[in-house]
């Protein structure tokens, strides 16, 4: 099966979150599965062409685009993802990809991902490739299926093409005025109230793709539902419902060469399920650089995160007081809102001899915390997929989480009538329920047969991309049957 994945950033070149993560090994676990799988994405200014091995393509050079009255050039580079033979195809403008970030709130960001999107068919077109499947991926390449089916409709060579449209995060639709359908080249006759190009007075990219794409995934079973809901849907979920009986949920996979106990390069000592006494000299090592004290019978709490709203820390605020009478110590590292950098800053500082907090991203420590800590906290309001509860499973540190999206498919919670469970969650958005878990946790924690239970029911999920790029492959074929013309 021929595969053509695209998407607005792929992990080593360029990454700001989890999708990031997927571009750079899902097509790697696909083309072990037997794909031929081609990847492209922008040629950001970050994306240094050198550290990388990048090639300028001779014969894909100065390519002209029509962006609404504007005739614009792209160039063509051409690379692999790291250890693996799958070619990435970067497409280079630089009047559109050479900004400090790879997203923008500049005017013309409409322009920026429609010149993406149709540079990736006019790159296939000049490779004469014709993909069985166009993975796209959120709204930044949502036009591509509307391009194809109206724009490209004439060129035989995507006759048998389908399109698979993943969703990673309801919340960013791509939104624009009405004046985008023009740079697009598309026409208005599709623009009008509840039309498939119109939500809420805007041209949405992401509603469009959804229409037009003949699968639609996210990134696990529990978001696929929940945005389908008022609560989770952002204003889609009325476009969703219509697609209902095509919306499939995959959970990512987590990159086990990167984040596995037993090999990981970052921390002090490595261990597997069968030696879980050394994870006890990875959390003493942790609270030395923390400079905490030890004590194996004090369990540690690890935050690892970006804070914003979504990641629900402020149920911490009221019951911090309580929470911190507990025998419990904390590190956090992070970065985000001024008001939850400047909580844990300050509950630091309240409590040196039991909370460290590192404000920013340290790819060693986050490492470190997830090997060390014996607890893994992530209360989010809502969480497509995570996966920092994936990688805590995986080394025997013990998820406390809400119980929603990804979070809900991958964390059993354990009591005492389901011993079957792998961490403890919470279904209520309060203070109370977030309290009261970690509470429960804490008392667990002294009863060291349970918890080894629970740690090594952990250890055994397995989150690898092999397991999810089969579902992918099943979804595929699903979006071969559903091939719309």
């Known amino acids: 099966m021929k595969i053509c994945f695209a998407a607005s950033e792929c992990f080593p070149f360029v990454k700001t979150g989890g999708l990031g993560d997927v571009a750079g090994s899902l097509p790697k676990a696909l083309a072990e599965e037997g794909c031929e799988v081609k990847v492209f994405v922008p040629l950001y200014s970050g994306i240094k062409t050198i550290d990388h091995n990048l090639n300028l393509i001779n014969e894909?050079?100065?390519?002209?685009?029509n962006i609404g009255d504007k005739i614009v050039n792209f160039n063509v580079w051409y690379g692999t993802l790291p250890d693996s033979e799958v070619e990435v195809y970067f497409i280079d403008c630089p009047v559109y990809f050479h900004r400090e970030m790879p997203y923008t709130n500049d005017t013309d960001e409409d322009e920026r991902f429609i010149l993406f999107q149709i540079a990736v068919i006019e790159t296939l077109q000049r490779l004469e490739w014709a993909p069985d499947?166009?993975?796209?991926?959120?709204?930044?390449?949502?036009?591509?299926?509307?391009l194809l089916k109206i724009s490209y409709k004439w060129d035989k060579l995507f006759e048998n093409t389908s399109v698979l449209l993943s969703i990673h995060n309801i919340g960013y639709q791509g939104r624009f005025?009405?004046?985008?359908?023009?740079?697009?080249?598309l026409s208005y006759e599709l623009y009008y109230p509840e039309g498939p190009f119109e939500l809420e007075s805007s041209f949405c990219f992401l509603k469009a793709g959804i229409l037009f794409s003949e699968i639609i995934s996210t990134v696990s079973p529990s978001y696929a539902k929940?945005?389908?809901?008022?609560?989770?849907?952002?204003g889609m979920e009325g476009?969703?419902?219509?697609?209902?009986?095509?919306i499939y949920g995959v959970l990512n996979g987590i990159d086990t060469n990167i984040w596995n106990p037993k090999t990981d390069k970052f921390i002090p000592v490595n261990y597997t399920s069968r030696s879980l006494k050394k994870k006890i000299l990875c959390k003493q090592e942790l609270l030395k650089e923390a400079e905490l004290g030890f004590n194996e019978n004090v369990p540690v709490i690890g935050i690892i995160s970006r804070f914003a709203g979504q990641k629900g820390f402020d149920l911490m605020f009221p019951v911090i007081h309580e929470l911190m009478s507990l025998n419990i110590q904390i590190l956090i590292l992070g970065?985000?809102?001024n008001k939850t950098e400047n909580?844990?800053?300050?509950l630091a500082l309240a409590y040196p001899q039991k909370v460290n907090t590192y404000i920013g991203y340290n790819n060693k420590l986050a490492h470190f915390i997830t090997a060390g800590c014996d607890m893994f906290l992530m209360p989010s309001k809502y969480e497509p997929c995570g996966l920092n509860q994936m990688y805590s499973l995986n080394y025997g540190t013990v998820p406390i989480v809400r119980k929603t999206g990804g979070l809900a498919d991958t964390v059993k919670d354990y009591h005492e009538f389901n011993e079957d469970g792998n961490g403890f969650s919470f279904e209520d958005d309060t203070p109370f329920a977030l309290l009261s878990t970690i509470k429960r946790a804490v008392d667990i924690f002294g009863d060291k047969k349970i918890w080894n239970k629970i740690i090594l029911k952990g250890m055994k999920e397995d989150f690898s991309w092999k397991h999810s790029a089969?579902?992918?492959m099943d979804l595929y074929k699903k979006a071969q049957a559903n091939h719309i013309n």
């Open 60 to 65: 894909f050079q100065d390519i002209p685009v």
């Open 133 to 146: 499947i166009i993975h796209c991926n959120d709204w930044q390449t949502s036009l591509i299926p509307v």
């Open 177 to 185: 005025s009405s004046e985008a359908i023009y740079n697009a080249g």
């Open 226 to 234: 929940e945005i389908q809901t008022s609560e989770f849907g952002a």
């Open 239 to 246: 476009v969703l419902e219509t697609r209902k009986d095509d």
């Open 335 to 337: 970065s985000g809102e």
């Open 343 to 346: 909580f844990f800053r300050e």
């Open 470 to 472: 089969k579902m992918y």
